[in-house]
């Protein structure tokens, strides 16, 4: 099976900075879309950053200048930097990718563990 391993949540003060990684592993053929979601207590999970295998990248307006994705095919591993942390980041991170096993034709959705980000003084 195809597993993604999340690493780098964790208490941060306002205006600190994080780096939150996610490593895929297993039987994989390809990975296509790369991805990292967020759900706070309460709120809908959001789509907060996407980049594709092509390195098309795209966030979600409130995250606009203060993160940034990125990906390391060699590792299957993608990695999302978020600088000027605001207490309204604090949620639970989740890594999505989209990824085609070995053993299909089809590409499937994984998903990563979660990691909290809490940001307080």
């Known amino acids: 099976q195809v597993q993604l391993v999340e690493s780098g949540g964790g208490l941060v003060q306002p205006g600190g900075s994080l780096r939150l990684s996610c490593a895929a592993s297993g039987s994989i053929f390809s990975i296509n879309t790369m991805a990292w979601y967020r759900q706070a207590p309460g709120k809908e999970r959001e789509l907060v950053a996407s980049?594709?295998?092509?390195?098309?990248?795209m966030y979600v307006d409130s995250v606009l200048d203060r993160f940034t994705i990125s990906r390391d095919g060699a590792s299957n591993t993608v990695y999302l930097q978020m600088n000027s942390l605001k207490p309204e980041d604090t949620a639970d991170y989740y890594c999505k990718m989209t990824v085609r096993p070995a053993w299909t034709f089809q590409n499937v959705a994984v998903w990563g563990q979660g990691a909290l980000v809490t940001v307080s003084s």
């Open positions: 980049i594709t295998d092509g390195g098309t990248k």
